[in-house]
C-alpha cells in the first residue's frame, strides 16, 4: 500500500529556508514521479514541481512561481523525497502534499496527507 | 500561463446530471489528452477521479465521466448523490514550459 507522508513544514521568516521530505513506506518509490503541490489556506490547488523517476531521466521541472528557489531532488534508496526551498515569500504559505503520478502521466494518483509551511516575521 | 479557468460553483438535485467545465487553451487542454479531475471535500486530501481526460481509476463510480472538446475539458456526475457536494479541480500537462496548470475549482452544492 501506498502511502506518501510528508514532513518538515513550520514557521519560517521570509527570506529563510525550509526543507520539506516525502516518504513512501509501500514499494517501488523508484519507479514513479513525484510531484509537490501546494494549497494555500482557502485557496485553490497550485502544482510546484516534479520529479521524474531514473527510469524517466530523473529529470525535474518547477512553476513559474517558484523556478529558481525551490529545488526538488530525490533518494530512491531511501525511498525519500525533497522540497528545498529557499528565499521564502509569504506568499509561499500554504499546505504541501506529495503526490505520486506512477506511470509518468501528469495524474496524481496518491497524495500525502500534506504539511503546513507559513512563512511570516 | 494562467490557470484554467473553472466555473466557481455549480449545484443540482439529487439524481440530476451536472457538468463542470474546464476551459483552457491549445497550449495545454487542446494539446494533450492529459486531463485530470479531483475532488476535495473541506479539509481532505484531494482524490482523483478522472485520468487522461476520460479514464476512471479504480474505485471511482462510473458516475463520473469526463471528456474534452477543443480547449475545453468537462467532468460530468450523473445520478448526483448528497455525498458528491465537494470541490472539484481540473488539472492539465502545459508542455515544458509551464508543465501543469490546475483550474481554479469549482464547487459543487446538491440541493
Known amino acids: 500500500e501506498v502511502q506518501l507522508v510528508e514532513s518538515g513544514g513550520g514557521l519560517v521568516q521570509p527570506g529563510r529556508s525550509l526543507r520539506l521530505s516525502c516518504t513512501d513506506s509501500g514499494f517501488s518509490f523508484d519507479e514513479y514521479a513525484i510531484n509537490w503541490v501546494r494549497q494555500a489556506p482557502g485557496r485553490g490547488l497550485e502544482w510546484v514541481g516534479f520529479i521524474r523517476s531514473k527510469a524517466y531521466g530523473g529529470t525535474t521541472g518547477y512553476a513559474a512561481s517558484v523556478r529558481g528557489r525551490f529545488t526538488i531532488s530525490r533518494d530512491d534508496s531511501k525511498s525519500i523525497a525533497y522540497l528545498q526551498m529557499n528565499n521564502l515569500k509569504t506568499e509561499d504559505t500554504a499546505i504541501y502534499y506529495c503526490?505520486?503520478?506512477?506511470?509518468?502521466?501528469?495524474?496524481?494518483?496518491?497524495w500525502g496527507q500534506g504539511t503546513l509551511v507559513t512563512v511570516s516575521s | 500561463q494562467s490557470a484554467l479557468t473553472q466555473p466557481a460553483s455549480v449545484s443540482g438535485s439529487p439524481g440530476q446530471s451536472i457538468t463542470i467545465s474546464c476551459t483552457g487553451s491549445s497550449s495545454d487542454v487542446g494539446n494533450y489528452n492529459l486531463v485530470s479531475w479531483y475532488q476535495q471535500y473541506p479539509g481532505q486530501v484531494p482524490k482523483l477521479m478522472i485520468y487522461e481526460v476520460t479514464k476512471r481509476p479504480s474505485g471511482v463510480s462510473n458516475r463520473f465521466s469526463g471528456s474534452k472538446s477543443g480547449n475545453t475539458a468537462s467532468l460530468t456526475i450523473s445520478g448526483l448523490q448528497a455525498d458528491d457536494e465537494s470541490d472539484y479541480y481540473c488539472?492539465?500537462?502545459?508542455?515544458?514550459?509551464?508543465?501543469?496548470?490546475f483550474g481554479g475549482g469549482t464547487k459543487l452544492t446538491v440541493l
Open positions: 488539472c492539465s500537462y502545459a508542455g515544458t514550459r509551464s508543465f501543469v496548470l
Open positions: 503526490t505520486r503520478d506512477y506511470v509518468h502521466n501528469w495524474a496524481f494518483d496518491y
